[in-house]
């Protein structure tokens, strides 16, 4: 069974500290995402990654950064997390060559309260 | 910018009724429109999808209806059940070669007996 694992569910940090949400996938994909998910704003693409090493910015990149060291593994980076960034992330990964939704596999979420 | 428009934001719908939920767009390149099914503590997962060379796509209790010229497809469900009570969220691909969904802001349908 394929898997997009977030090893942290939910999390409260304080205003300006850093913030790390992991995220493994077990397929072998070439592609990882991070969306960010709102109330009524739908779901928001911040980084995703093509490659080792490699990423893009999303829409909304911007207090985020993102680290992709291992196939496997996608971190995305909360240099100093402010309370606007309280949300649901979502992590999800995708081969190559694949029709872009068509297999595209989510994890669970990370649950992220800023205080 | 690139946008997908979905409504409502919420449905109720008795049990055995038919949900219905529409989406738009404006970019004509986009070429692969998916939707996704989110239950509450769950990541979304990919519910039934239609290319825009074809009008209509059932599988099961879903079918997605496109309307290319008017830039619209809407998800409907049969016989709706409570077990349906999910969000759902509409997406659009921008082009082949791709790897990058839009998606729409998501409706939440509840299912009421």
């Known amino acids: 069974d394929v898997k997009v694992t977030q090893s942290s569910r939910y999390l409260v940090k304080r205003t300006g500290e850093k913030v790390f949400l992991e995220c493994v996938q077990d397929m072998d994909h070439e592609n990882m995402f991070w969306y960010r998910q709102d109330p009524g704003l739908g779901l928001r693409l911040i980084y995703f990654s093509y490659d080792v090493k490699m990423k893009e910015k999303g829409d909304i990149p911007e207090g985020y950064s993102v680290s992709r060291e291992k196939k496997e593994r996608f971190s995305l980076i909360l240099e100093s997390a402010s309370t606007s960034q309280t949300s649901m992330y979502l992590c999800?990964?995708?081969?190559?060559?694949?029709?872009?939704?068509?297999?595209?596999?989510f994890g669970e979420g990370s649950w992220l309260t800023v205080v | 910018q690139q946008q997908v428009k979905q409504s409502p934001q919420s449905l109720i719908v008795q049990k055995g009724g038919i949900s219905i939920i529409n989406c738009a767009y404006e970019n004509t390149a986009f070429d692969y429109f998916p939707w996704y099914q989110q239950f509450p503590g769950k990541g979304p997962a990919l519910l039934i999808a239609?290319?825009?060379?074809?009008s209509e796509k059932k599988e099961g209790r879903f079918t997605i209806s496109f309307n290319k010229s008017a830039k619209q497809f809407s998800l409907h469900i049969m016989d709706s059940q409570p077990g349906d009570s999910a969000t759902y969220f509409c997406a659009a691909r921008p082009g082949a070669g791709s790897y990058q969904l839009t998606f729409g802001k998501g409706t939440k349908l509840s299912v009421i007996p």
């Open positions: 999800a990964s995708t081969p190559w060559g694949s029709i872009a939704g068509n297999t595209i596999y």
């Open positions: 239609i290319r825009p060379d074809v």
